[in-house]
């Protein structure tokens, strides 16, 4: 051998060397000649990969025989006449167990058995009809096998199409509760494996990086490559699963590897039990290191399994998202990198991801400054956050500005402590140490309730324009649904997306899932309950900040009034609170003419009502060539009027001195 040669190479010209002295062993068998000495068993060349495959697979010195034979018909065409010249048997150019069993050296019955590697392990096909019997059945040597033999190491072809990504290059260092619990899941895997099993371990959690994350740096800290594969892409049926099992297990042997078995995404019902059945049969079947990633510990019924370990795999905390966000934007940038993990809740891959298209999206503005990069990023951080909300819900852009609602004091004071409380919560909960004496979460609540009109979206406009969010509407009435545990796994889709907090989350028509807890007669008023009680759960532990907007406060279970941090009374506006609205009801660019809020005020309508009465009395203005006169805003307000069923009055719409001199 070449003492140059790459292992490659050397196992090409060893391989080379074992195909000649096979074809010379058949040749000799085929003349009826005695195997000379300088071709005996003794002088083969060893073949590296096939020497690997005995060590791995457990084969016996006549099975590697017999596999080298299968092999090199497959890679020397002049194989399959010398077999069939070898036992005289023109019909049969191929290799067999008979011919094996003349041909080399020590022959072992118990080879033919398919609990031995050969056949077990799927190494060789044997080939047979009802008519030939199994000695005498052509044998053909797997081609995943042969790629082995040659030194091409690749996934089988019958396995890779289902096989998925996962990331698992350049793994960045995890923060510490993510490391403890690799750490914890090593440390099971080195005791099973003390024991002689093969464990299998259940991720849980929303977060499917972060557990993708923790799966490839268990695999790298036991030397594995870690594969993924999804649930629902593995065969139903019992036979087709044993074989991708089996194989699966074969390619653990060649090359070491860990499975991955996504199931984040199964949905619930009938469609959860036969996924269930399947990774049931797959974790009876796999006898290797595998990781189970489910949404929670009874997802498909999972969690009951002996020997199966459930970890609960979390996005890094406040702080440790504060402090990977200051690994990639540098100590100078503290104040912006609390504010980030204060508002959004990333994994790493997120984090890094942000942080390079904010400097990508700053360079192309020329804006590399702390500024630019600031803004950049947080642009970047709401759009990572929205793009699965969109999806869920209408997103509001927000216009609206402090100076644009018109409130009573007290309202607008809380309104203003929101505000406060959703910028500076990393401080309180943090440093400050609350989040350790929490036992619930550490989001926002608030019930905004009042008449329709009297500005609740407004608000919620307003605050979200404040923090620089985003603002999403959902609509209970049309989340609810008639069907048994729909409702539950709508909200579920609703909180999964906005956990990267990255919004508002504006629940119109509260009451429609937040009333009076009726009691139980039958199964909807049971299931109903629980749907109420689902999101009441759902709404203390989501980071962010929840709005809820109502007409009918009354109507409201007491023990959901409880649980908010704020109730917000819009009331009815009374005069003074409608001239203000009216002086801010047009833009600065709008032509008025003799407008007089103080009169206008005395028109009983709310502030939603004064906006479409602005608008259309705009449109009357536009229409007619000329500016927005009190007549016209009169003629918009009838119509306004008439369209609510309110009563008009004709004394509302005289102007004050004439209003007097009737009196």
Excluded at 292 to 304: E, K, S
Excluded at 577 to 587: D, S
């Amino acid at each position: 051998m070449n003492a140059g040669a790459t292992p490659l190479q050397s196992n090409e010209l060893a391989l080379g060397a074992a195909l000649a002295w096979l074809r010379d062993r058949l040749q000799r068998l085929a003349d009826r000649s005695a195997p000379a000495a300088a071709v005996d068993a003794d002088e083969l060349v060893a073949v590296p990969t096939l020497a690997v495959l005995a060590q791995r697979l457990g084969l016996s010195t006549f099975e590697c025989s017999v596999l080298l034979l299968c092999a090199a018909a497959a890679l020397d065409t002049r194989i399959g006449g010398l077999c069939a010249q070898a036992l005289d048997e023109p019909s049969r150019p191929w290799p067999s167990f008979a011919l094996a069993m003349v041909l080399f050296d020590d022959p072992a019955w118990e080879a033919l058995s398919p609990d031995r590697p050969l056949r077990y392990w799927r190494l060789v096909e044997v080939h047979a009809n009802g008519a030939t019997p199994l000695t005498m059945s052509a044998l053909r040597a797997d081609d995943r096998i042969v790629d082995y033999i040659k030194g091409l190491n690749r996934a089988d072809e019958r396995i890779a199409p289902s096989l998925l990504p996962i990331a698992t290059d350049d793994l960045q260092a995890l923060p510490p509760s993510q490391q403890s619990a690799v750490d914890a899941l090593l440390a099971f895997v080195h005791r099973s494996a003390d024991e002689g099993s093969a464990p299998a371990l259940q991720l849980t959690g929303i977060d499917v990086a972060s557990k993708q994350l923790v799966a490839a740096h268990v695999a790298a800290g036991l030397g594995l490559r870690l594969e993924r594969v999804g649930l629902s892409a593995l065969p139903a049926q019992s036979a087709d699963l044993e074989a991708w099992c089996r194989l699966w297990r074969r390619e653990c042997l060649l090359m070491p590897l860990a499975l991955y078995i996504d199931a984040h995404d199964v949905p619930a019902g009938e469609s959860s039990d036969a996924s269930a059945a399947v990774l049931g049969r797959l974790l009876d079947r796999l006898h290797a290191l595998a990781f189970v990633a489910t949404r929670d510990a009874h997802a498909l019924g999972a969690g009951g399994r002996d020997g199966l370990l459930v970890t609960a795999i979390e996005r890094p905390s406040a702080t440790e998202q504060t402090q990977a966000w200051l690994d990639l934007l540098g100590e100078s940038r503290e104040a912006l990198a609390s504010r980030l993990a204060s508002q959004f809740n990333f994994n790493l891959p997120q984090i890094a991801s942000m942080v390079r298209s904010a400097g990508r999206a700053a360079g192309d503005d020329g804006d590399s400054g702390d500024d630019g990069v600031a803004s950049a990023l947080w642009t970047a951080c709401r759009q990572c956050a929205h793009s699965k909300m969109d999806m869920l819900s209408q997103r509001i852009r927000p216009k609206a500005e402090w100076s644009d609602i018109v409130l009573p004091a007290e309202a607008l004071s809380l309104l203003h402590q929101i505000v406060a409380q959703v910028a500076l919560r990393r401080r309180v909960y943090g440093d400050w140490g609350f989040e350790r004496k929490m036992s619930r979460g550490l989001g926002l609540s608030a019930l905004f309730h009042g008449e329709s009109g009297c500005g609740k979206t407004m608000a919620a406009e307003v605050i979200a324009n404040a923090l620089a969010l985003d603002l999403y509407r959902i609509d209970l009435s049309a989340v609810i649904s008639k069907y048994i545990g729909e409702t539950e796994k709508n909200l579920q889709r609703i909180f999964d997306a906005a956990e990267d907090g990255g919004g508002i989350l504006f629940f119109d028509e509260a009451d429609a899932l937040f009333g009076k807890r009726s009691e139980v007669r039958d199964s909807h008023d049971r299931y109903a309950n629980i749907e109420t009680n689902y999101l009441l759960q759902r709404i203390e532990a989501f980071r962010g900040l929840a709005i809820l907007a109502t007409n009918l406060k009354g109507s409201l279970d007491a023990a959901f009034m409880r649980r908010l941090r704020f109730v917000v009374p819009f009331t009815y506006p009374g005069p003074h609170e409608r001239a203000l609205m009216w002086q801010r009801a047009f833009p600065a660019d709008t032509p008025l003419e003799g407008l007089d809020p103080t009169q206008l005020a005395r028109l009983d309508c709310t502030g939603g009502s004064i906006h479409s009465i602005a608008l259309n009395a705009a449109f009357l203005a536009a229409h007619r060539g000329g500016s927005v006169t009190m007549a016209l805003v009169h003629e918009a307000a009838r119509s306004e009027l008439l369209k609510l069923g309110r009563p008009i009055h004709e004394a509302d719409f005289r102007p004050a001195a004439v209003q007097g001199a009737h009196a």
